[in-house]
């Protein structure tokens, strides 16, 4: 595709009213730390399928999908209005690092809302009850600072964070991602 990227294609799709079954096909890269198949298969891909594949491995996927059998057991859930948060999370691709004072961890944000975010962590989260976090915001060269957050939850390599603390300008960052999403 000469002018968008398939990240940029799936996020346009979420407007559709109806949403098609997506099988996604990769180089497998990563962006900086982020995990592109992890990326698609958060914001509606069906399947991400790693180059190079043969034909039989599309068939199946495709015959998977259009069964509506689940996906691999990698698959990223999805949070949604449907989850029963306070606040709705919407899909974001975003690189993340966090820690107590220093950088203890990276990820990729892959849902965000006024209260909290998922972060999926390149290796296991450390253990940290209270932690700062910085999201790089991809649409502009700048950080969105969580002085202080909580963790909520923990499975496999995904975090589950609580914004307890933002500064008023990052407040604003925060609301802007939102909205825009």
């Known amino acids: 595709?000469?002018?968008?990227?398939?990240i940029e294609v799936l996020l346009e799709m979420q407007n559709l009213l109806i949403r098609p079954k997506i099988i996604m096909m990769s180089e497998g890269e990563q962006r900086g730390l982020c995990d592109l198949s992890a990326a698609a298969l958060s914001l509606g891909a069906n399947r991400v399928l790693v180059k190079p594949f043969g034909s039989q491995t599309l068939l199946d996927a495709i015959q998977e999908v259009l069964a509506g059998?689940?996906?691999?057991?990698?698959?990223?859930?999805?949070?949604?209005?449907?989850d029963g948060r306070k606040?709705?999370?919407?899909?974001?691709y975003f690189p993340a690092?966090?820690?107590?004072?220093t950088i203890e961890q990276t990820g990729t944000v892959l849902d965000l809302s006024p209260a909290g975010c998922r972060?999926?962590?390149?290796?296991?989260?450390?253990?940290?009850?209270?932690?700062?976090?910085?999201?790089?915001?991809?649409?502009?060269?700048?950080?969105?600072?969580?002085?202080?957050?909580?963790?909520?939850?923990?499975?496999?390599?995904?975090?589950?964070?609580?914004?307890?603390?933002?500064?008023?300008?990052?407040?604003?960052?925060?609301?802007?991602?939102?909205?825009?999403?």
């Open 69 to 82: 059998h689940p996906g691999p057991a990698d698959m990223v859930a999805r949070s949604g209005a449907t």
């Open 1 to 6: 595709m000469p002018n968008k990227d398939g």
């Open 87 to 92: 606040h709705p999370r919407i899909p974001v």
């Open 119 to 181: 972060i999926r962590c390149v290796t296991a989260p450390p253990v940290l009850q209270y932690f700062r976090v910085e999201i790089r915001l991809n649409t502009q060269p700048e950080l969105l600072m969580v002085d202080l957050a909580q963790q909520r939850w923990l499975r496999d390599r995904d975090l589950g964070v609580e914004f307890i603390r933002i500064e008023p300008d990052h407040q604003v960052r925060l609301q802007r991602v939102i909205g825009n999403g």
């Open 97 to 101: 690092s966090f820690g107590n004072g």
